[in-house]
Nanobody, 116 residues
Framework: QVQLVESGGGLVQAGGSLTLSCAAS????????MAWYRQAPGKRRELVAS???????NYADSVKGRFTIARGNAPNTVTLQMNGLKPEDTADYYC??????????WGKGTLVTVSS
């Protein structure tokens, strides 16, 4: 069984930085992509950033130039470096992994709160 665990969330002032980490464990044959999503209260979950197995990245327009997604040093890990945080970045952040069979696994989320 595959499990994803996020870490690194917390409270930060506007303009500050946080780094989120996600580690996948379990029986993982191969991964097509990993991504970060977020969901603010009363809003739909939205894609923040993704990275494919060949290191192609994609970002939401709202975070381009501020956030950076990267693979971690360990297999099946991914980080999200968040700089220049804004109050509107406040949300639960979820890690997603897409397996070679196009199955999506999700973490339970980590809360990021940006104060003004």
């Amino acid at each position: 069984q595959v499990q994803l665990v996020e870490s690194g969330g917390g409270l930060v002032q506007a303009g500050g930085s946080l780094t989120l980490s996600c580690a996948a464990s379990g029986t993982i044959r191969s991964t097509r992509a990993m991504a970060w999503y977020r969901q603010a209260p009363g809003k739909r979950r939205e894609l923040v950033a993704s990275i494919t197995s060949d290191d192609s990245t994609n970002y939401a327009d709202s975070v381009k130039g501020r956030f950076t997604i990267a693979r971690g040093n360990a297999p099946n890990t991914v980080t999200l470096q968040m700089n220049g945080l804004k109050p509107e970045d406040t949300a639960d952040y979820y890690c997603q992994m897409i397996s070679a069979y196009d199955f999506a696994y999700w973490g339970k989320g980590t809360l990021v709160t940006v104060s003004s």
